[in-house]
């Protein structure tokens, strides 16, 4: 049978073993110390996402490239930019901003992303994103021009997680930003997992091993960790 790594993701959920993503954001990484990096992230950790809000063009292929040779852990894109796209990772996260009102994070780079999908073997996770505050201004926040959900709307939070679901998305990601202040509350983390069946993302701002359990007890079944390991090691000169 054809490899999904969507079904590995619903085999963790079934089994309730909890999955830990490290992100990578190809401007803040040194290709040439990969190893050091895998060395040095959790020895727990069951994927990599690759992306950024804002990245040069190509950079991403090369990390993706990069890692590739000496990991077999999956390799996600979590692009900001349909750009980011390379068909030498495993898996395209085809997100779509659920939060905002700017139909080009809706619609606009789905559509411009497809020229850049033919002829790729990466499998397609449609993916609602829903940005929430943090606490700080985030760069997605400023990238997309759209405001975050406050932490106090969650009604609206589940709803939109909902609506995520009836429109085809596969997976949730709560997200409370790259650096935010603080992550997302525990109990919206629960009230999310309650409504919908589908497996649920969360990241922006968890730091700790406490904040990460806290997150795992919730129902979060994936957590997502970036800013923390940035300083394992800083790209030459970008
Ligand atoms: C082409 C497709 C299907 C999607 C790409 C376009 C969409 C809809 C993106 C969603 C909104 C967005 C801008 C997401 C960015 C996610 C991301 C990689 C965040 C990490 O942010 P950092 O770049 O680490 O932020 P800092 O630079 O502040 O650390
Ligand atoms: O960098 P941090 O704050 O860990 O956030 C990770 C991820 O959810 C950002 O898109
Ligand atoms: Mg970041």
């Known amino acids: 049978m054809e490899k999904s790594f969507y079904k590995d993701i619903l085999k963790f959920v079934a089994s309730g073993e909890k999955m830990l993503s490290i ?29 950024g809000s804002t990245v040069a063009n190509g950079d991403t292929e090369e990390t993706v490239r990069a890692l590739k040779q000496k990991t077999d852990l999956p390799l996600f894109l979590f692009p900001g930019d349909y750009s980011q796209i390379t068909s030498f990772a495993d898996v395209l ?44 201004s985030s760069s997605v926040s400023k990238v997309t021009a759209t405001d975050p959900i406050l932490q106090t709307e969650v009604e609206t939070i589940v709803n939109t997680a909902l609506a995520g679901k009836y429109m085809g998305s596969k997976l949730i990601y709560l997200e409370a930003g790259s650096g935010a202040k603080f992550p997302i509350n525990p109990e919206i983390i629960s009230k999310v997992k309650e409504a919908i069946e589908i497996p649920l993302i969360v990241g922006g701002g968890i730091k700790t091993e406490s904040q990460k359990q806290a997150a795992f007890q919730a129902g979060a079944d994936m957590v997502v960790m970036g800013t923390i390991f940035e300083s394992i090691i800083s790209p030459p000169s970008k």
């Open 23 to 51: 992100l990578i954001d190809p401007d803040k990484f040194a290709n040439t110390e990969v190893e050091t990096f895998l060395g040095r992230i959790p020895k727990h950790t069951t994927h990599l996402f690759i992306g």
């Open 93 to 136: 996260l085809f997100l779509t901003l659920l939060s905002g009102r700017n139909a080009e994070y809706l619609i606009g780079q789905q559509v411009k992303s497809i020229a850049k999908l033919k002829n790729t073997s990466l499998e397609i996770i449609p993916t609602g994103y829903i940005l929430i505050d943090g606490g700080n």
